[in-house]
């Protein structure tokens, strides 16, 4: 299983980095009680014009219970007031328990956040994310995790 894991990160990931233009990284806590780790890449655009210019991520969904989250997906962030701003994203992706059953392997994973940008290429936020299997199965518990998200930009 880990190495099932370890070729899903590579495969996945590594090569996104090269088009994205910023990175998110953060620890989180489940409400329900434990933790996890988001790892993003998102690459930046607007919702108009052609959908090649829409700004898109992916996503990676660590929990301490190891069970593990992957998905791509649309991003975007709103500037509030100053350096605040709303973060919000939609991913289908693909889950896989290993403690946790959530009804199948096909997840979406719905997220609002609020942060700030510091002078330069970072930012701050807290945010709220919701894996569900979107009723594709009889078992639907869904899954929360609250994060406090580090961005990167380059």
């Known amino acids: 299983m880990l190495l099932f894991r370890l070729v899903l990160f590579i495969?996945?990931?590594?090569?996104?980095t090269l088009f994205a233009q910023s990175v998110v990284v953060g620890p989180g806590v489940d409400?329900?009680?434990?933790?996890g780790v988001v790892l993003e890449y998102h690459?930046?655009?607007t919702f108009s014009g052609l959908v090649t210019?829409?700004?898109w991520a992916t996503a990676l969904r660590f929990d301490a219970d190891s069970d593990l989250w992957v998905g791509a997906g649309?991003?975007?962030q709103l500037n509030i007031s100053g350096p605040f701003f709303i973060e919000a994203s939609f991913m289908p992706g693909y889950y896989n328990p290993e403690d946790t059953d959530l009804g199948g392997n096909i997840h979406f994973r719905s997220l609002i956040g609020l942060g700030f940008q510091f002078a330069g290429d970072s930012a701050l936020s807290i945010s709220i994310?919701?894996?569900s299997n979107g009723g594709l199965t009889t078992n639907n518990p869904g899954s929360e995790l609250v994060t406090m998200r580090y961005t990167v930009a380059y």
């Open 11 to 16: 495969g996945c990931f590594i090569p996104l």
């Open 53 to 55: 210019n829409w700004p």
């Open 43 to 45: 690459k930046g655009g």
């Open 74 to 76: 649309l991003h975007n």
């Open 129 to 131: 994310d919701h894996l």
């Open 31 to 35: 409400p329900d009680g434990g933790g």
